[in-house]
């Protein structure tokens, strides 16, 4: 049985950015990994069970990830756990460090999160010896990455009485995107632009 991982939507008013340096800090919004790592705590246990062929033997053995964590640093993001394998009569425990990207789709408004590489050692039992017989990459059966809202339909509309009177209307919106992976956070900042409201926001470009 394979693990299919669900597309986890959270409304959150991030900024959305491209996968370039954050340059502009008008507004600045911090995405800590405690928050990323709750989200393996939502999922609850993740396991999956495949088969195998050595030597015309033909087997399965089941897999269980225990404590998967995702680590931020500085221009990198991590995935660890240790993972629990069952294959015939040999159980073993391997610790996994994986590659982790972290990147903004302009065209969806939408940060993915995405496992991209972590490997753990099949191994099993073969005349009286343990053998390996290949690296199982956990990266497949997380079919769909985690994916945070990001921030272009987002818009603030401020009014403000004028000393003769009337009011003037002024909306303000976010741009020129950008991200930054730092020790223990995803840094997401933007230039803002602010705009009297009487110009057609059509033509506002995104």
């Known amino acids: 049985m394979r693990f299919s991982g ?8 991030l900024i959305g950015t491209k996968c370039v340096p954050a340059q502009n800090q008008d507004l600045i919004v911090v995405l800590k990994e405690s928050a990323l790592n709750k989200m393996f705590t939502a999922i609850g246990q993740i396991k999956g069970t495949s088969t195998y062929s050595f030597m015309f033997i ?23 756990c ?10 073993y425990t391997t610790k996994v460090k994986g590659i982790v990207e972290i990147c903004y789709e302009p065209t969806t408004n939408l940060i993915y999160i995405e496992i991209t590489e972590a490997l753990f050692p099949l191994n099993i039992m073969f005349a009286g010896k343990q053998r390996h017989i290949w690296d199982v990459e956990l990266a497949d059966y997380f079919e ?9 339909t987002m ?28 020790e ?16 057609d926001l059509k033509s506002v470009k995104k």
């Open 144 to 152: 769909t990455p985690f994916i945070f809202e990001g921030p272009l």
């Open 58 to 80: 033909d087997g399965s053995y089941k897999w269980t990830l225990i404590n998967p964590l995702i680590k931020l640093h500085s221009n990198k993001a991590d995935f660890i």
């Open 6 to 13: 669900k597309i986890l939507l959270f409304t959150i008013l």
């Open 82 to 91: 240790d993972v629990n394998v069952t294959a015939g009569k040999l159980d």
């Open 184 to 199: 223990k956070q995803v840094i997401v900042s933007a230039e803002t632009e602010f705009l009297d409201k009487q110009i």
């Open 155 to 182: 818009g603030t509309e401020m009014a403000f009485s004028m000393p003769d009177g009337t009011s003037k209307k002024i909306y303000c919106h976010p741009l020129n995107c950008g991200v930054k992976i730092a």
